[in-house]
């Protein structure tokens, strides 16, 4: 079940549980100092911010806000495609280059976990999973890109 993404089982979920921060926004703090990896940072802020709205209204066809999710999933792997590409460049950091891809790897496993439950359980609990992506996403682009960044420089690679 995907509630073990969040190291919870059904039976210790809230009922009505309530996220807990709101959707993070660009800031300028965020950036890398590498354009591309900063232009997809902003896209998928929005496409997250997007899908947090789509699950917060009541109102919205389930369709309409798994469409929306999708676009997120669909983004995030298009730009970690990107990443994992820079992140093959000889002279990169082993260790980081494998913790960086399995970061990616638990992001899209939990987009994926709240796909799997839209449709059947209530906004309030997809709000959680939201909630953690959002501070997974901040947690990511400030230490771990902001590393990718870094060796890009150091390896004298491009950061456009």
Same mark, same amino acid.
């Given at each position: 079940?995907?509630?073990?993404?969040?190291?919870?089982?059904?039976?210790?979920?809230?009922?009505?549980?309530?996220?807990?921060?709101?959707?993070?926004?660009?800031?300028?703090?965020?950036?890398?100092?590498?354009?591309?990896?900063?232009?997809?940072?902003?896209?998928?802020?929005?496409?997250?911010?997007?899908?947090?709205?789509?699950?917060?209204? %009541?109102? =919205?066809?389930?369709?309409? !806000?798994?469409?929306?999710? /999708?676009?997120?999933?669909?983004? #995030? *792997? +298009?730009?970690?495609?990107?990443?994992?590409?820079?992140?093959?460049?000889?002279?990169?950091?082993?260790?980081?280059?494998?913790?960086?891809?399995?970061?990616?790897?638990?992001?899209?496993?939990?987009?994926?976990?709240?796909?799997?439950?839209?449709?059947?359980?209530?906004?309030?609990?997809?709000?959680?999973?939201? %909630?953690? =992506?959002?501070?997974?996403? !901040?947690?990511?682009?400030? /230490?771990?890109?902001?590393?990718? #960044? *870094? +060796?890009?420089?150091?390896?004298?690679?491009?950061?456009?």
């Amino acid at each position: 079940m995907p509630m073990r993404l969040l190291g919870l089982s059904n039976a210790s979920w809230p009922a009505r549980a309530k996220a807990r921060t709101a959707c993070p926004a660009w800031r300028e703090s965020f950036a890398t100092g590498h354009a591309g990896i900063d232009e997809d940072h902003q896209r998928l802020i929005e496409l997250l911010a997007d899908s947090w709205r789509a699950l917060a209204d %009541d109102a =919205l066809p389930k369709a309409e !806000v798994r469409r929306r999710i /999708e676009a997120l999933d669909a983004f #995030a *792997r +298009q730009h970690f495609s990107f990443e994992e590409q820079l992140l093959a460049h000889p002279g990169m950091d082993a260790g980081h280059r494998d913790r960086h891809i399995k970061g990616h790897q638990r992001f899209l496993e939990t987009v994926q976990g709240v796909l799997d439950m839209v449709e059947n359980l209530p906004p309030d609990v997809c709000s959680h999973f939201m %909630d953690f =992506l959002g501070s997974w996403l !901040v947690h990511h682009i400030r /230490e771990t890109d902001k590393e990718l #960044a *870094r +060796q890009c420089v150091l390896l004298g690679l491009p950061l456009a």
